[in-house]
């Protein structure tokens, strides 16, 4: 009894502490966060430092007194806001939430955001104005608790206001045991770690974290799924991995992440879901530390399935359609046998809502759209492997991709129907208004089991004969000029202005100020609508299986081989990819606004020849001058 007296006792848990105590600032050039006395998050910047800009959402567990999270959103730019609710949000309750200001974050505000805040309990948001400094702390799920506010207003435009600091004494709550935490030792783990993953922390109502993908599609049996990733954006990551796993026929063991960075949090999410996943520091900076990531996962995937052929390389920031595998399974014949392809695409470039309808179409284009690929060993090991930019190379690996020099004439495949949708809306090339103006309105698949149509007319050869023969029996569109442009003066030389010319029947693109009528001009929103009865009649008594017939066919003017002008022109107007000329093949483009078919045929194309005789093509106009302007 004395012995087991003498004997050392367990280690008894530490009592849990009755309150925890926040102090948070905000100010021009930091922002920082303390729990009970001690900095647990602290941003500072130089004078005119634009990184680190924004609201910083820190998110502490009250049990431990944790930092779980911490994340910042610059919201002095437009659409960030979108990304702070959805945040907000996805953090549990019962957990205290943090929002401090660093330089500015109130520009990009709008009333969206203000409701979004509000609802936790702000009464000083709808006051947050530029560069005003504002901090605030909340218990999430509280009702019986008014947030803590602190709002400190500029006195002029030219400078900041002070410094805003607010602190808060929050009760304990301990009745946050989660129904899981007795048998689920994975998600325990995480969940003591981080926060923002929604249902993965939620007690009552936790997110499985295996889905019904049905079997593993045999076809990709040794097919890698290549998931690159960063540490800086795990919720991307945690997003891509749930679409990924969620899809039809995914062989959960064949994904494999690739993390570049130190940072855990990321590694963490792929062990949460059970795929492999390894991590190492890429040389390189910026975009050259980006190519740098490429190859060093491409390169070890293949290293690591020495048998397989092809590997699907699948970025952190973008979702996959629930037929993504089943539509990349149905393209490895292809892949394998024509030597023309280059890669096989999920993404469509010019796969804006409206523009594309039939999820069962393909297409061929000259350039590499990526956004989930499918890559062929022998082309990565002997072609692209040997020849990568260089860390001190500031390359975009997918640009140098899209060079003549490496795609050497191949084209890839895509689906009318992207079976991706690209989400992150931050990055090093990429922010929310980037991402609105182009990424936000893509469509993309929705269902499984898609037979995709044509797989025995996709090899180059018998897609260029399709091509032609739909151009042959489509509707020529703008072959009668209207009153204005048929009164302008002859065509000038090359070289010359011709402000009156909306058509021309040579190789030279001519300028135009002339105001077309709703028929003649494509960016009018009628324009498609009035030419579809045309299209219908070409129809009529005709076979209902003749497949060719039907496409509204628009003849667009080129210079030369790579004027792009007019392309670009439309491209604008109808609010697709206007950076640089994508979605091509032989300078012919392929849409289909409203389940309408439409072919653009250039006349530098080699299909310009399966148009009739003497047909005109459409010319960008230089200046598009009000009605009431031409008319006086």
């Known amino acids: 009894a004395a012995a087991a007296a003498a004997a050392p006792s367990p280690a008894t848990p530490k009592p849990l502490a009755a309150t925890r105590t926040i102090t948070a600032i905000s100010s021009r050039l930091e922002t920082w966060v303390e729990v009970d006395g001690k900095k647990t998050v602290k941003i500072a910047r130089r004078i005119g430092e634009e990184r680190d800009r924004g609201i910083m959402v820190s998110v502490i567990n009250p049990i431990t007194g944790r930092m779980v999270t911490s994340r910042i959103f610059d919201t002095f730019v437009s659409h ?36 979004a805040i509000a609802q936790y309990g702000s009464q000083k948001i709808s006051k947050f104005a530029y560069r005003d400094m504002w ?124 993390v570049d960075g130190r940072r855990a949090e990321a590694v963490d999410i792929a062990r949460l879901f059970g795929v492999y996943v390894t991590a190492k520091v890429a040389l390189g900076e910026k975009n050259a530390r980006i190519a740098q990531h490429y190859k060093a996962s491409l390169s070890a995937a293949f290293d690591e399935h020495p048998s397989a052929e092809f590997a699907i390389v699948h970025e952190e920031d973008v979702d996959a359609a629930p037929d993504y595998f089943e539509y990349f399974a149905q393209l490895l014949p292809a892949a394998a046998a024509d030597p023309t392809v280059y890669c096989v695409s999920a993404w469509n470039d010019l796969g804006q809502e409206g523009w594309v309808s039939d999820p069962a179409a393909l297409l061929r284009v000259d350039t590499m759209p990526g956004l989930g690929w499918l890559l062929r060993r022998s082309l990565y090991k002997t072609e692209l492997e ?83 023969r739909r151009i042959e029996a489509g509707t020529v569109l703008l072959q009668q000029q209207s009153a204005a442009a048929a009164a302008a003066p002859p065509a000038a030389v090359e070289g010359e202005n011709n402000s009156n010319k909306n058509f021309s029947d040579t190789s030279t693109a001519a300028s135009s100020t002339t105001t077309l009528s709703r028929s003649e001009d494509p960016c009018h929103p009628d324009f498609f609508t009035l030419h579809r009865n045309v299209a219908a009649a070409s129809r009529e008594g005709q076979n209902p299986e003749d497949m060719y017939r039907g496409s509204l066919v628009l003849p667009i003017a080129m210079a030369k081989e790579d004027d792009w002008s007019t392309w670009m022109y439309l491209a604008k ?49 230089v200046e598009r001058k009000p009605a009431a302007a031409v008319a006086a």
């Open 573 to 621: 107007c109808w609010h697709l990819w206007d950076l640089d000329a994508r979605g091509f093949h032989s300078g012919v483009w392929r849409l289909r606004p409203h389940g309408q078919p439409i072919i653009l045929v250039s006349n530098a194309s080699m299909f310009s020849s399966a148009l009739p005789e003497g047909t005109k093509y459409f010319v960008a106009p």
């Open 386 to 468: 040997p020849n990568w930019p260089r860390f001190d190379q500031q390359w975009d690996w997918d640009m140098w991709m899209r060079t003549a020099g490496m795609r050497k004439g191949r084209e890839c495949i895509i689906p009318e129907v992207s079976r991706t949708f690209h989400f992150g809306a931050s990055g090093v090339n990429m922010n929310p208004y980037f991402h609105m103006a182009y990424f936000a309105k893509h469509a993309i698949a929705h269902t499984t089991g898609v037979t995709m149509a044509g797989l025995d007319r996709i090899t180059h050869d018998a897609y260029d004969t399709d091509l032609r």
């Open 80 to 115: 960030t806001e979108l990304e702070l609710i959805d945040f907000l949000r996805d953090v549990n309750d019962n957990r205290i939430v943090v929002l401090t200001v660093r330089d500015e974050g109130s520009f990009g505000l709008t009333e969206t955001g203000r409701v």
């Open 135 to 258: 901090a605030m702390i909340f218990l999430k799920g509280a009702t019986d608790l008014n947030p803590w506010e602190a709002l400190s207003k500029t006195k002029s435009m030219t400078e900041w206001g002070g410094t805003a600091r607010v602190s808060a004494v929050i009760p304990i709550r301990t009745n946050d045991a989660c129904s899981w935490s007795s048998h689920d030792a994975e998600r325990v783990r995480f969940c003591s770690m981080y926060e923002g993953y929604g249902r993965v922390c939620n007690c009552q109502d936790p997110l499985p974290l295996s889905f019904p993908s049905g079997e593993p599609d045999s076809r990709l049996d040794n097919v890698p799924v290549v998931v690159i990733a960063g540490d800086s954006r795990p919720h991307y990551l945690f997003r891509a991995l749930t679409s990924l796993l969620s899809a039809k026929g995914v062989h959960k063991d064949m994904v494999r992440v690739y």
